[in-house]
């Protein structure tokens, strides 16, 4: 699950509550009203965070 | 004095243990999720294209959720679990 | 003191009410005004109100527990309700479980809304339930702790902690309390509670998670005709959630309005098809990124306009309020509906 830093504390709160343990990429925030300049920075993050998680 | 505790609650019944399948992230089919929050699908359509330098990806398929305001369907839950190894979320927010 | 989230009964020794409500403010049960104590024979007093409703709840998202009638009990106290407030608090958070309300996505949103409280039936009366004058606003204790007991529960049982489940951006005055009563005395028309299908004699719970009230003013109107034109110009806000996460929304109109419209001729009915008509966005009020994201998620506008309502009966109509030119628009988180529930 790719979500922002901000919203991390929610995805993990949701997490506990059903007793499941995310593999969660963390981006800056926001991801949303950005333009495609700034976008590229969090794709490149959540991409290198995927590959370091996959290990591929 | 005692006080009865405000936030006290019996835990809900889990669902039923999921045993997941090793996932070959070179390979398998992928399903990329948004949740229909603005650039959620474009930050999904960057990480794929990306991910087309190492591996094949036109089994790399999108998925939405209809409201970024409601749950998924079931049906689409079901259809992804049916199909994919793997699926990536992303909440664009 | 160990293990506090864990225990159903907690033992604070001799602590005074300012020592427990730095206790809850601690313990996070607080919204940050003062909180009764909620001590064991407060409480039960309260669950004795509801004895023979054996129905169970569900679990409660986003938390996913299964609340006592102690925990929601002990809630409803620290509200600074009286015990006969209880079973309208109890029917109010069983409707915010029907599965239609999507309480999760309504907790967790970035957007303001609040669990919007109408009542309806004699209980108004037996309560002291304001449905007149000031209906929305503050001074009438069954408005403001019934309100607040459902935030409260909403805090503590679902867990709707402001920065961790609960995700509002700016969150609405609303969350502190929001509670009213139809004004049916004053409505020409059908009772809210009767057009869903209850008996007129039922006393009836209806939530919505809604923003707050949209004044809709109108001094000038002699027509319903033209009460419906400014109704449906101020519905037609191109920041509202309704155009966005399409979804119900409540028009509550003045007494005063509701006798000019029943003048008129107009029904329920035909008032929701007016509205559904006029109350649309042209696009030039709206951003071509917003109209993307709209068409986006399958809303699409009508030639040059973009409509507020799915259909007519996305409208929700009734009467609330005393004398004055002054009705009011509450428009909804949008992926919810209007839930009502039978009390007691």
Redesign the interface.
Known sequence: MIATETFKPLVLAQAKARKIEPKLIVVKHPVGGLNAEELRERIDTATKGLIEATGK | ????????????A?GPAVSLKP?N??TDAIALISN?????R??LE??RE??GA??KIDNIEFHAK??????APKDLIEAVAKKYRAA?????? | MKDIAEQEVIDIGDMDVEAFNELAAEQGWSDGMPLYVPTEEKVAKFVETVRGDNRPYPPVPPRQIVPTLQSMAANAVMAGCKPEYFPVVAAALRSTLDPEFNLHGTLATTHSCAPMVMVSGPIRQELGINCGSNCFGQGWRSNATIGRALGLMLLNIAGAKPGEMDRSTQGNPAKYTFCFGENQEENPWTPYHVQRGFAATDNVVTVMSGEGPHNLNDHGSTTGDGLLTTFAGGMANPGANTIYGKGPMFVIIGPEHAATLKRDGFTIESIRDELYVRSRVHLSRISKGNLDTYESTGHKPEGDWLRIARNPQDIHITVAGGPGKHSAFIPSFGGTAVTCTRIG
């Open positions: 004095m005692r006080i009865f505790n405000p936030t006290f609650g019996m835990a809900a889990g996932v992230w070179a229909s929050k603005p650039n959620a474009e930050l960057g990480m990306r991910l190492t591996r209809n409201s970024a305001s409601q749950p990536l979320l992303a909440l664009g927010d």
